[in-house]
């Protein structure tokens, strides 16, 4: 009877791997179908102006289909698994009789002896199928889990939790690049920074200009390493940014970017993402530098309120500002400006630029800009093209 037993494992196990791997597209389904769902809603007002949402409902019936016809298939397999697994219950019943019939005439065996054997097996068997749907559960799991410890267990080139490398007392700020190529891992086959060479003195602002696709924003990228170039060096004070430490050198870079993404919190909480043991003096300090105090205290709960999701609450300007003040708490000794203003009215805009000049000074400062309004204050101008600086034209004050 012993022999039952692998064609029992046999079974569920091939039951319960056919289930995993049809679980998984179904799974996969169901969540392309959710992000289109997601983004619609989340962009209603793109979908509504270019008359978008049968689009939106055929797509997402079409991947709901697609879920449809992976669950008749998974409830198919059940089916048929789950009579081949009572097939070989049943076919181990009728040979345990059978065998069990041949020792009582030909042995002495007992009927009481044949019963226990029997029933032994049956509830081998019955843990065995209660078992089952444990199984079936855990395989779903793990087909929807396995995305996720795809990317858990990947490991990434700049380990974020690396606590090695060199910490120096303090920094200056001076930056450099030094012959940089670059390209993106999701496109090797596309060179976005060609050899570019760039020296940025401690305390001075350099603004960097170009064509769209030149590699200004990739720059700003490679001094927040973000990515590590190919080939060549980024130098921070002389020391290849590769051998400091991570989080140390990060500590002392901020980024104010095109769209500035605020939490689904408080403008307090949101500004002391920059520095968590911040006080509230230190706070409203970084809100009236960025030129964001007055539009605070005018709110109903002033530093806490809510700015809905990704700042939805708040306007343009308003986020940026936020966004600067938020930089600024952090008392960075380099900071990045990766068209900060781009997105703004002319108000707003000079709201902002005024905010921004008043934290750049002593601080060594990197702005991508389009707008000369921008950059009409910095010292030198970089023209970057085709991942290759081409001109520099210090400004006459």
């Known amino acids: 009877m012993l022999a039952c037993i692998p064609p029992s494992i046999l079974s569920f196990a091939t039951v319960s791997r056919l289930r995993a791997q049809i679980s998984a597209r179904r799974q996969a389904s169901y969540d392309d179908a959710g992000n289109v769902v997601e983004q619609s809603i989340r962009a209603i007002r793109t979908v509504v102006s270019f008359n978008g949402e049968k689009k939106a409902v055929a797509l997402y019936n079409a991947l709901i289909k697609k879920a449809y016809k992976a669950t008749v298939l998974e409830g198919l397999v059940t089916g048929l698994g789950i009579g081949c697994i009572f097939c070989v219950v049943f076919c181990s019943y009728s040979l345990a009789f059978w065998y069990g019939a041949k020792l009582i005439?030909?042995?002495?065996?007992?009927?009481?002896?044949?019963?226990?054997?029997?029933?032994?097996?049956?509830?081998?068997?019955?843990?065995?199928?209660?078992?089952?749907?444990?199984?079936?559960?855990?395989?779903?799991?793990?087909?929807?889990?396995?995305?996720?410890?795809?990317?858990?267990?990947?490991?990434?080139?700049?380990?974020?939790?690396?606590?090695?490398?060199?910490?120096?007392?303090?920094?200056?700020?001076?930056?450099?690049?030094?012959?940089?190529?670059?390209?993106?891992?999701?496109?090797?086959?596309?060179?976005?920074?060609?050899?570019?060479?760039?020296?940025?003195?401690?305390?001075?602002?350099?603004?960097?200009?170009?064509?769209?696709?030149?590699?200004?924003?990739?720059?700003?990228?490679?001094?927040?390493?973000?990515?590590?170039?190919?080939?060549?060096?980024?130098?921070?004070?002389?020391?290849?940014?590769?051998?400091?430490?991570?989080?140390?050198?990060?500590?002392?870079?901020?980024?104010?970017?095109?769209?500035?993404?605020?939490?689904?919190?408080?403008?307090?909480?949101?500004?002391?993402?920059?520095?968590?043991?911040?006080?509230?003096?230190?706070?409203?300090?970084?809100?009236?530098?960025?030129?964001?105090?007055?539009?605070?205290?005018?709110?109903?709960?002033?530093?806490?309120?809510?700015?809905?999701?990704?700042?939805?609450?708040?306007?343009?300007?308003?986020?940026?500002?936020?966004?600067i003040a938020r930089a600024i708490l952090k008392n960075p000794k380099v900071l990045l400006l990766d068209e900060a203003t781009s997105a703004l009215d002319v108000e707003s805009e000079r709201v902002v630029q005024e905010a921004l000049n008043r934290i750049m000074v002593g601080i060594t400062t990197l702005i991508v800009a389009h707008r000369l309004s921008t950059v009409r204050n910095a010292d030198c101008i970089t023209v970057v093209h085709q991942g290759k600086v081409v001109e520099q034209v210090p400004m006459i004050s």
Do not use: C
């Open 105 to 323: 005439i030909s042995k002495g065996y007992t009927g009481g002896q044949v019963i226990n054997v029997v029933f032994a097996i049956l509830t081998g068997s019955m843990a065995i199928g209660n078992a089952s749907p444990s199984i079936s559960a855990i395989a779903e799991g793990q087909s929807a889990a396995h995305r996720l410890f795809e990317i858990i267990n990947r490991k990434p080139k700049i380990d974020i939790s690396d606590t090695s490398g060199i910490v120096l007392d303090d920094i200056k700020g001076d930056v450099e690049l030094n012959n940089v190529f670059f390209r993106y891992p999701a496109r090797p086959e596309q060179l976005i920074l060609n050899g570019l060479s760039l020296q940025v003195p401690s305390s001075t602002t350099m603004a960097i200009v170009g064509e769209s696709g030149s590699g200004k924003s990739t720059l700003i990228s490679l001094v927040e390493r973000f990515y590590d170039p190919q080939a060549g060096e980024v130098l921070i004070d002389g020391i290849n940014i590769k051998n400091l430490k991570l989080q140390w050198i990060r500590g002392k870079i901020s980024l104010v970017s095109q769209e500035p993404l605020l939490f689904m919190t408080s403008i307090k909480d949101n500004i002391t993402y920059g520095k968590e043991d911040a006080t509230l003096e230190e706070i409203k300090r970084a809100a009236e530098l960025a030129n964001a105090a007055n539009f605070i205290e005018k709110l109903p709960n002033a530093y806490e309120t809510m700015v809905g999701q990704s700042g939805a609450q708040l306007s343009g300007g308003q986020k940026q500002r936020i966004a």
